[in-house]
């Protein structure tokens, strides 16, 4: 436990002046702001929607945002970032002779990659909550303040960042094997495009596809019931869920064996 909490410390310190690490605080502070402003200098159009319309509109800004190509590609940034620390530097050798075991060290990695994404969707849901309340105070008119969809907004970003842990697992991997930048970032394109065509074609077994996890966990959000229009529940474990968990851990310890057996340059 030592050795990974040491790998994972050393992780920070390695990424904090990257633009791996900064993305995942820039990315929703930039995007946040954009629908603050856009709300704030158009908000006569707004001042007629009732208070839960304007929180799932604002809200939308980042969701649809989010839900398509960004988290992915995001994701599959994040991925390649992580591992291109050695790659780049050329410290594998070195990185995996160290008195701290390949488990310690390819875990704390992957877990260090986990931490960023969940970071960038955490601040996400922050910056949301608070620039819509923002909003409510300096713009009384735009009615923030009369809806509260603080926990649905926190269990959706959880549900996204859910959704995207078999796609970082993926692409941890293959950044792991492949030191240059097209194969896996090409790859996880690709993918990535297959993945939203297939989800907004709502093909039915698009939850069986890692890549379109995102855009489906966002279109299955929400459950259908016949309560009161205020009440909205959020669906947090469907099966685009299920098996983004699954394929995480299958890939997660698939990779520490190939790491294992096989020296890494």
């Known amino acids: 436990m030592k050795g990974f909490l040491l790998s994972f410390q050393s992780e920070f310190y390695k990424s904090r ?34 208070p839960m319309g304007l929180w799932i509109q604002f809200t939308m800004v980042g969701l649809g ?3 398509t190509l960004l988290l992915p590609m995001y994701t599959i940034f994040i991925a390649y970032s992580v591992n291109n620390v050695e790659h780049r530097s050329d ?29 960038c969707l955490a601040l996400f849901a922050l ?3 608070g620039f819509g309340n923002l909003l409510g105070a300096i713009k009384p008119e735009l009615k923030f303040s009369a809806y509260h969809m603080e926990i649905q907004l926190m269990q959706v970003y959880f549900k996204l960042f859910l959704s995207s842990l078999g796609i970082l697992a993926i692409q941890f ?27 907004s ?26 309560g009161p229009a205020r009440d909205i529940e959020i669906d947090m474990f469907t ?24 020296s890494v340059k």
């Open 17 to 50: 002046k990257t633009l791996g690490f900064w993305s995942a605080v820039l990315l929703p502070l930039l995007i946040s702001l954009l629908a603050f402003t856009i709300f704030y200098t158009k908000s006569d159009k707004f001042v007629s929607t009732p």
């Open 65 to 67: 945002v989010m839900g």
């Open 91 to 119: 410290t594998w050798k070195t990185l995996f002779s160290l008195p701290i075991s390949r488990w310690s060290v390819y875990g704390a990695k992957f877990f260090y990659a986990v931490f960023l994404v969940f970071l």
């Open 127 to 129: 910056f949301t909550i």
């Open 173 to 199: 991997l293959l950044s792991l094997l492949w030191a240059d930048f097209l194969k896996p970032m090409g790859l996880g394109f690709v993918a990535t495009i297959v993945g939203v065509t297939v989800a």
């Open 201 to 226: 074609k709502n093909w039915e077994y698009s939850y069986l596809f890692p890549y379109a996890h995102p855009m489906v966990a966002i279109t299955g959000m929400v459950k259908h019931n016949k």
């Open 239 to 262: 099966n685009d869920v299920y098996v983004s968990l699954v394929i995480c851990v299958i890939v997660f310890i698939t990779g520490y064996f190939i790491v294992q057996k096989k």
